[in-house]
């Protein structure tokens, strides 16, 4: 059987034995085992499958992006739920996209784009109840091939996607390991099967998919790139940018700038010629995983601690970017574990892990003042717009009114299944 690259990977990083002993004798001492079997289906198949179907129930949700009245939240690896939002107070789910491999998107006009691993999708979404493929762009994110770099053939009739998963549990001998798990056929990882306005729309601080002036701008982790979508449902290549050594997370648009997260700093980049980024400024902070959002004169970067990006600081940097070439740290502020970020106006909102949503004057942004703190959720990234705030949370989808700041109400929330 074909192993892919994927597969192993995802093994060697996050196997997790799940072991008991029966008891203190060693000769009876047994250990159990959960791994996970993956189901594939060939490319072709999988790309069929592609277009609206069923609203489905929230498991995993990931990547935020507004258009209009619509809602579009990605359900991670699997696809994007499709939400109406004419009434806040009652969103409504319509319909669900499958997209194997999901993890960004956007908006512009009717048109949707997604990756699907190393895939660009681009959707004609005119009818959201009736969503249909126009394009599949290949190869576009090639840090992400997880199925082409396994084939000598181009052709999706040949190739493998894992589709979904089937659970395993066994009890050995505790000197004993399933044969399957040291052949490499499986993934024992419970983690990787959970998760495993204007013209465009409005994204979330987490996003690493954004449109300005009719380009869509990606990051890799280590690269920029830049479609031209002048023809919405006709992306085509335009360049590629080399950005650091680090690890890029997040990618940000304000005017003509480009605002990029990494692991160890702030990138602006400069589209005033759109497709063609030039690199204008970076700033430097400890080593931690980096969502950014700006505005005219001050960016806004959240460090956390406790993943794959290293580092154990936990705070919000306001930086000055009055002279863009030369941005200054204004001040940090403690937090406990931030995620995403967004602002509208002089109203801050820090998403900050199990401390739910923090709300912040943010007038003078050397000194925040806190509004007020909603708990009660562990929450992911937010976005604030037209005195409503949507916001992605370990246990679904909250809208809040703030349109009185001080008097911030629950509008509605879309629980996970």
């Known amino acids: 059987m074909k192993r892919h690259p994927m597969l192993v990977l995802q093994l060697m990083v996050t196997v997790i034995l799940i072991g008991f002993f029966s008891n203190c004798d060693k000769e009876k001492a047994t250990r159990t085992y959960t791994w996970y079997e993956p189901v594939y289906k060939t490319l ?77 999708v681009t959707f004609d979404i005119s009818n959201p109840q ?19 770099s396994n084939y000598n053939s181009r052709n999706p009739d040949s190739i493998k996607i894992p589709v979904s998963w089937i659970r395993h549990d066994t009890t050995l001998p505790a000197d004993q390991y399933p044969r399957s798990l040291l052949g490499l056929d499986y993934i024992a990882s419970s983690s990787f099967a959970s998760s495993a306005p204007g013209k465009s729309g409005i994204g979330g601080s987490m996003a690493r998919f954004t449109l300005l ?35 890029i997370e997040t990618i940000y648009p304000f005017k003509n700038k480009l605002f990029i997260g990494s692991t160890q ?63 200054t740290l204004i001040k940090t502020y403690s937090m406990t574990n931030p995620f995403g970020l967004g602002k509208d106006g002089n109203v801050l909102f820090i998403c900050d892990g199990k401390d739910g949503v923090k709300v912040y004057d943010a007038a003078q942004p050397a000194d925040l003042k806190l509004i007020k703190q909603i708990s009660g959720m562990e929450t992911y990234d937010v976005i604030a ?9 370990k246990d679904g989808l909250y809208q809040f009114d703030y349109s009185n700041v001080n008097q911030i109400r629950l509008l509605s929330k879309i629980s996970l299944n």
């Open 130 to 148: 009736a969503v249909v493929v126009k394009k599949f762009t290949s190869d576009a994110f090639p840090n992400r091939i997880y199925y082409y």
């Open 44 to 120: 072709t198949e999988v790309r069929a499958g592609m277009k609206s179907g069923p609203a489905q129930a929230l498991k995993h949700p990931g990547k935020i992006y507004i258009y209009g009245n619509y809602i579009f939240l990605n359900e991670q690896n699997e696809g994007i739920h499709i939400i109406d939002n004419t009434q806040p107070a009652a969103p409504k789910r319509i319909s669900f996209i499958p997209i194997p491999g999901n993890v960004d998107l956007a908006v512009n006009g009717n048109t949707l784009y997604a990756d699907s691993y190393s895939d660009l």
């Open 213 to 247: 002036n009719n380009y869509l701008y990606t990051v890799t982790d280590r690269e920029l790139y830049a479609f031209d979508i002048s023809t919405p449902q006709d992306p085509q290549f335009v360049k590629k940018s080399f950005i650091d050594n680090q690890l």
């Open 385 to 393: 717009w037209n005195k409503k705030a949507l916001v992605v949370a």
């Open 265 to 327: 700093g702030m990138f602006i980049y400069d589209v005033s010629t759109p497709g063609n980024p030039v690199k204008q400024a970076q700033f430097t902070h400890a080593r931690s995983c980096d969502p950014v959002i700006a505005d005219d004169n001050t960016a806004y970067v959240t460090l956390r601690s406790g993943t794959f990006c290293g580092g154990n600081i936990n705070q919000l940097e306001a930086i000055n970017i009055t002279d863009i070439f030369r941005p």
